[in-house]
């Protein structure tokens, strides 16, 4: 598809649970991002790392928790979530983090918080 | 602030007829790149055409283009001769050129249905 997966697909938690979304690029690239999608709203950028440093946080709750540890993998990890919070959860690339270049998406993962 | 509305939620039409979604936006910014990305049923968001706001000529992709009016703040999509793997969420995405803050604004999309 695109070169971006990510796992897994679908993921259910109850509120004190703590789980981990994965991400990775098989494209070279240098930016990685993560986006929550939720119904009829317009997607919503979370974070942005380039060259594995963060350099957008879009005033995200401190119970997600980004980590890059290398320009191919990006993790989003959950704690203590909130029903609100359920949504599509995408994960995006581009050679680099500059408006004019394409991102490249995964095909998401479907988070629902019980 | 940037700001990007789509104000047709969905759309259908016939299989082979052309459709045109629109998009407007708002920027204080002189220079940036707008998109169209499209999203198919359980499948992966892809880029379906990019205009770059100092070129006057529109952009094209085989049976997608787009009318792009700068001083309107408008950036419609026209889908000629439909078909059924056009079925899709479209999302209208502005993104801003400043050094160090660049990134996307998306609208909250149209979804498009080709009827056979």
């Known amino acids: 598809e695109t070169g971006v997966t990510q796992t897994p697909r679908h993921l259910v938690m109850g509120m004190t649970n703590k789980k981990s979304l994965k991400c990775e690029q098989h494209?070279?690239?240098?930016?990685m991002y993560w986006y929550k999608q939720s119904a009829k709203k317009p997607l919503e950028l979370m974070f942005v790392?380039?060259?594995?440093?963060?350099?957008e946080n879009n005033s995200v709750p401190s119970r997600f928790s980004p980590e890059c540890p290398n320009s191919s993998h990006l993790f989003l990890h959950l704690h203590t979530l909130q029903p609100e919070d359920s949504a599509l959860y995408l994960c995006a690339s581009s050679q680099d983090q500059g408006a004019g270049y394409e991102q490249y998406f995964g095909p998401g993962t479907r988070l629902t918080v019980t | 602030a940037q700001t990007v509305t789509q104000s047709q939620p969905e759309m259908s039409v016939q299989e082979a007829e052309t459709v045109t979604l629109s998009c407007t936006y708002d920027t204080s910014e002189n220079n940036y790149y707008l998109f169209w990305y499209k999203q198919p049923p359980s499948r992966q968001m892809i880029l379906v055409i990019r205009?770059?706001?100092?070129?006057?000529q529109n952009a094209t992709e085989n049976r997608f283009s787009v009318n792009f009016q700068k001083a309107a703040k408008s950036f419609s999509l026209k889908i000629s001769d439909s078909q059924l793997g056009d079925t899709a969420m479209y999302f209208c995405a502005l993104g801003r050129t400043n050094f160090g803050n660049e990134k996307l604004t998306f609208g909250t999309g149209t979804r498009l249905t080709i009827i056979p």
């Open positions: 790392y380039n060259f594995k440093e963060q350099t």
């Open positions: 205009q770059e706001a100092y070129k006057q």
């Open positions: 494209l070279g690239h240098n930016a």
